[in-house]
């Protein structure tokens, strides 16, 4: 099938990279093309505007980190046509990256007032489960939609769960996912730095707690970055941690619920890019925790 | 080997049972003998006092949930002698208790003062854990009383963690395990407030997050009960997860440790226990979420 | 001086009064007309539209408590012209409503492009005040512009404090100054909380601290409500109060500036929205940390 | 009257400095006997021990910040007698410092058990208050003590307000007095930092909150302190108001009543602490506030 792919990022590199191992015409755009080289290595053609990724292909993905690069890239700018004007009716547009609800739900009504659909399928999972196709895919759109981009999905995931028709569900529920994660980061750095106050070491801790109570290779995948104090390079920037805790809260705010634990996470992601840590991995909120305990070192 | 048990509340009775099993001369006491009648039965000694079961025992257990029962159980009080004195030099007391760190230094000082020895050997595991042995065990105290107690405790535990020399590590170790469950509570009430708000069923939302993120036995057992609402009867009483946070907030302040996530659960937990819940299972945290957003019925 | 008035809400219609008593010939707009008969009756025009309003009025105030209700004022909508349509180059356009830095900015370079000015007017103050024209004005704006809205303003505050030329400035002053009255009030209601489980009044206290530290009226204001539970009819509407609060943590976001303190209010707003209070005063946050307490009244 | 004076800190010495003046045999005690200097240079005498203060001393008055001294003061140690062993039947002991409500009740129940009277009567006020005479007192016990007692205190404070029977009312208030002006340096604190960020000028922000709205000498005093940030010499040592938190904190701990604006400011000044900041003045906290928001130099 012919298919375009805009946003070449660590994650979208590899994703479109399966596209093209699948078989299918894919037509890659970035904002840096020179990040499509491996691709077109490998058989993708690179496109020059995001509408020529478009062109005749029945089904367009996006995987960018960032809702304005998104807006812009969907609606096009200048004399610039975007992804709604390129798409023709009854194409699908799927966003793969982890925006906010809100703008899941304009994008579905933007597409729709173009006949065109659209479909949230936020991805869980790092870079090397990327590579390795593991991901988990959680999608949402109308059933028609979801039935044609299934397949594709299947080739960049192990998984793909299908949310129903509602896109900002989907996105809801990567942004909630996300949310447990810092979560667990923020309860880890907290146990971290009393442990160390006391002498114990943090990597004994994880083993017991984690060996026999959690069992759960994502307290171990974090956990063991968190105690060996391994920051960079991030498997997934600070940054973009508080960007996706922000929009949960704006998702937490306009349905009236008070997230107190997401408004903490968010407080010490907010305090890491002010003490300059955005560009480490977003682990590094364990800086931050430890600063504030007076451990000079992190 | 004889030895004497104090305290036989859920865990007690159960983790007793495997010592009388393994064929040990076992002396138990509680403040309530009813309770004692099916260790009886398997062929325990019913003591009638506290220094009764101590009696001739090398080595004594305690499982006995409130700092202030452990202390009189211990330092005795009136004409009742405690564990301390009944015990002889070179004794060994193991509490199997979740004690504070403070405690848990005041029992290991008491007991070398009259030349005997104290272990901290809480245990992980709830009581259907218990009853199948399946416990994990995390003990410290002095080279010489570890390697008594250890084959002790391996009848009762599936795992034993030797964690070195001092008592209130193997304390404090089992508390900030709590906090990462009690942590991890938190976070579950919070997505599922909002998920619920927004239409989305949290089993679903568990499905998808544990079965291919976290795959932790410990978020699918808390998450399902908390999706399902069912929080009595409990495995841990809401009221007794106070006190441990409690605990674990008193060792932070000692250490000049900020824990933010640790004053957020311990506020909930005490909100929870303002509100007449804290007979609940602690899970029941969900409840004073759930309200703070409006949402009636928990 | 001809002026225009836009927004007769409680604190508009007094405002605009005090132009109409110092000889002004004042064009009023509000979406319910009704609301401008005392207007009316005291010599103010009633404008059916925002244009008719800003007719030859070289300066227009608007009083509009909603950020959407100023943006479709100023830009109007349909075939409806709005402020900016209809005002003239050089005419000065004062917002005295509460608002966010960044549609203060937006205004700003809206209104300049138009060869404009804004001039960003906040005031503090409840409605006795703004009757008594005894309201404090902070204004912002060029210095030409302030020039001309001096003598006006002087008018209806009692007090008028220019603080340089940038517009976003005035409107950041205002929000933090709500900010501490919002923090005053969570540090009341749970310091009332703990003395009324302690079975002390409230009153007393209040009388204590505030006669003899603080001396502020506004504790003395604030904490008589809150100590009467006199929470309707509302001084300054709970659900406003909540939106000033997300505007301070919107300018606090872009300034990566964590306000803890902050979010804690806002939690405390939005929980109270959640459970129907939005319309009463914003004191009633008091109603949300007295039932975290298991105070059932309150 | 004779009278005993327990504890020549920098509130102790000034205040038994006035009972000096005032005519009355003063009898003062002080670890650190040089502080007495001035006061036995006014005509006081200089007891050896703690007992020979109290000797024929119908009231004795202690200034001891810290619970342990008074612990030890009040019930002796060794050989050395304490307050309760020196004092006879009938006499008083009144308390001027800020204590838990918990060792109220203890003290009072212990001199109560020997026939005596426990007074609470913390002092509201910095060191410039207590040399102009200028505290507010406010003392609980029961009646007979507090008429022996007023005329005494009357000395010391501009006002003297009776709180009734209960000792441990007193200290309530106290404490729960100090979490306010905590909360106002919480709320200045992240104020500024926005404030800062936003290169507005706190000191300018502070003349229109406070000269307009607040009108109190005590956001006055702290708020000038705070923008210009001068926390040394402290006025009020940072480690003895995260010791008044912590026991504010208890307090409500066992009234079941969550404060999370208390758990906020207890977090800052532990953070503080842990930072090295604890010999400061507790506005100090601010630094706490500021480094979160990645301003250096506080």
Same mark, same amino acid.
């Given at each position: 099938?012919?298919?375009?792919?805009?946003?070449?990022?660590?994650?979208?590199?590899?994703?479109?990279?399966?596209?093209?191992?699948?078989?299918?015409?894919?037509?890659?755009?970035?904002?840096?093309?020179?990040?499509?080289?491996?691709?077109? /290595? *490998?058989? =993708?053609?690179?496109?020059?505007? %995001? @509408? +020529?990724?478009? $062109?005749? &292909?029945?089904?367009?993905?996006?995987? !960018?980190?960032?809702?304005?690069?998104?807006?812009?890239?969907?609606?096009?700018?200048?004399?610039?046509?975007?992804?709604?004007?390129?798409?023709?009716?009854?194409?699908?547009?799927?966003?793969?990256?982890?925006?906010?609800?809100?703008?899941?739900?304009?994008?579905?009504?933007?597409?729709?007032?173009?006949?065109?659909?659209?479909?949230?399928?936020?991805?869980?999972?790092?870079?090397? /489960? *990327?590579? =390795?196709?593991?991901?988990?895919? %959680? @999608? +949402?759109?109308? $059933?028609? &939609?979801?039935?044609?981009?299934?397949? !594709?999905?299947?080739?960049?995931?192990?998984?793909?769960?299908?949310?129903?028709?509602?896109?900002?569900?989907?996105?809801?529920?990567?942004?909630?996912?996300?949310?447990?994660?810092?979560?667990?980061?923020?309860?880890?750095?907290?146990?971290?730095?009393?442990?160390?106050?006391?002498?114990?070491?943090?990597?004994?801790?994880?083993?017991?707690?984690?060996?026999?109570?959690?069992?759960?290779?994502?307290?171990?995948?974090?956990?063991?970055?968190? @105690?060996?104090?391994?920051?960079?390079?991030?498997?997934?920037?600070?940054? !973009?941690?508080?960007?996706?805790?922000?929009?949960?809260?704006?998702?937490?705010?306009?349905?009236?619920?008070?997230?107190?634990?997401?408004?903490?996470?968010?407080?010490?992601?907010?305090?890491?890019?002010?003490?300059?840590?955005?560009?480490?991995?977003?682990?590094?909120?364990?800086?931050?925790?430890?600063?504030?305990?007076?451990?000079?070192?992190?």
């Amino acid at each position: 099938m012919r298919v375009g792919f805009i946003g070449l990022g660590a994650m979208g590199q590899t994703m479109a990279q399966h596209l093209v191992k699948a078989g299918h015409e894919v037509r890659v755009w970035n904002r840096t093309p020179a990040r499509a080289r491996p691709l077109v /290595a *490998a058989g =993708a053609t690179l496109a020059k505007t %995001v @509408a +020529a990724a478009c $062109d005749e &292909a029945a089904v367009v993905f996006s995987m !960018l980190a960032d809702d304005a690069a998104l807006i812009d890239a969907v609606s096009g700018g200048d004399n610039e046509p975007g992804i709604i004007d390129a798409l023709g009716e009854g194409d699908v547009h799927v966003s793969l990256a982890t925006i906010g609800t809100e703008l899941s739900a304009r994008l579905t009504q933007a597409h729709a007032e173009s006949g065109q659909h659209f479909v949230a399928a936020p991805v869980f999972g790092r870079p090397e /489960a *990327a590579t =390795a196709a593991r991901l988990t895919i %959680v @999608a +949402a759109g109308d $059933d028609a &939609a979801l039935a044609r981009v299934q397949p !594709l999905l299947e080739v960049m995931g192990q998984k793909v769960i299908l949310l129903g028709a509602d896109p900002p569900a989907a996105s809801l529920v990567k942004l909630t996912g996300n949310f447990l994660i810092a979560s667990m980061i923020e309860a880890l750095a907290e146990a971290y730095a009393l442990l160390r106050r006391n002498g114990i070491d943090p990597k004994q801790f994880l083993e017991i707690v984690n060996g026999n109570l959690f069992r759960s290779p994502i307290y171990e995948g974090y956990g063991t970055l968190m @105690a060996e104090r391994q920051f960079t390079p991030p498997g997934f920037k600070l940054a !973009l941690g508080l960007k996706d805790v922000r929009l949960l809260l704006a998702s937490a705010d306009r349905a009236a619920v008070p997230m107190p634990l997401g408004s903490l996470v968010y407080e010490h992601l907010l305090s890491a890019v002010a003490r300059g840590k955005g560009d480490l991995d977003w682990t590094a909120l364990a800086l931050v925790v430890a600063e504030d305990a007076g451990i000079a070192d992190g």
